[in-house]
């Protein structure tokens, strides 16, 4: 039997980041920048450690809270340099693809991350949660910390989301028409940054990527309304996070896979009605 006391909190932490991700993951989606996501929590991440390196901060002081500070403002501080990074080169004419500047970005991130816990105790154990995270051993703590960080910010983006939708949907129109367009698209990544520091805490890296995208491409796939695209998203992140946690239980096996593996069950349900769609609509031409 299953205790729902024991699952609420990582089902809160989940929902939370379904949220934030699928709306984030629209704008991701529709920009082209696929793995801007995996990018700036490996960023963030790096940030994170090089702090406890640079601070001798140990993972036994970090778990129990105190200098958490300094490891988070190295956190924002990388987001901060990465984001103007993404904003300078999205709005200058460059050879190399941006998503290919994005991807090297985040392999020599991943790599440097790497090479520091390497050095530290436990190191396999801290590259595994960085990937994957603990979500169900999420405390109350994290979850309302993630809760705050998801309101302020989805409280900023629902405030000014013409301007980011505009420069969403056509970039060369928002440079003419918004003042400042790479302030507000530096806020966009900073803002994205922020969030992805707080979930892959709870939720690892590949965890938060599927959150992000996979829900994001399922109602690509079958709406096509900022709002019907939401709800689309919503339904199947936090579908696939209430029956994932369930059978990762039932299974004993980590949640995070399990849950991954359900948005891909997904993913390919909405391909197939998005070609039945396409089908019918044929036919009736």
């Known amino acids: 039997m299953i205790s729902f006391e024991f699952i609420l909190p990582p089902l809160i932490g989940c929902l939370f980041i379904v949220l934030i991700n699928v709306y984030f993951g629209i704008h991701v989606i529709k920009r082209e920048i696929i793995f801007i996501d995996i990018a700036l929590a490996q960023i963030a991440a790096l940030g994170s450690v090089v702090g ?38 999205k709005h200058r004419k460059i050879l190399i693809p941006l998503e290919a500047l994005i991807g090297i970005a985040y392999a020599v991130a991943t790599t440097l991350a790497v090479i520091v816990l390497d050095k530290s105790a436990g190191s396999d154990v801290h590259v595994h949660d960085m990937l994957v995270g603990t979500i169900m051993w999420v405390s109350w703590k994290e979850v309302l910390q993630l809760g705050i960080v998801v309101i302020i910010v989805g409280s900023f983006h629902i405030i000014y989301r013409r301007k980011f939708m505009m420069l969403t949907d056509s970039l060369p129109e928002a440079c003419k028409v918004l003042k400042y367009p790479r302030l507000w698209d530096f806020l966009f990544f900073f803002s994205f940054g922020v969030v992805v520091i707080e979930a892959v805490k709870i939720a690892g890296i590949l965890t938060v990527f599927a959150f992000l995208v996979i829900p994001a491409a399922i109602s690509t796939f079958v709406q096509r309304s900022w ?25 004993d096996v980590p949640s995070a896979p399990v849950i991954i593996v359900l948005l891909g069950l997904f993913l390919l349900g909405g391909f197939f009605v998005y070609k039945a769609k396409s089908a019918g609509r044929q036919i009736d031409v």
């Open 227 to 251: 709002t019907a695209k939401l709800i689309t998203g919503w339904i199947m992140g936090i579908t696939a996070s209430f029956f994932g946690l369930i059978f990762s239980i039932k299974l």
């Open 52 to 89: 406890m390196v640079v601070f001798n901060i140990s993972e036994h002081d970090h778990s129990h809270g105190s200098s958490l500070l300094l490891p988070y403002l190295f956190s924002l501080g990388f987001i901060s340099i990465a984001s103007y990074a993404f904003t300078t080169l």
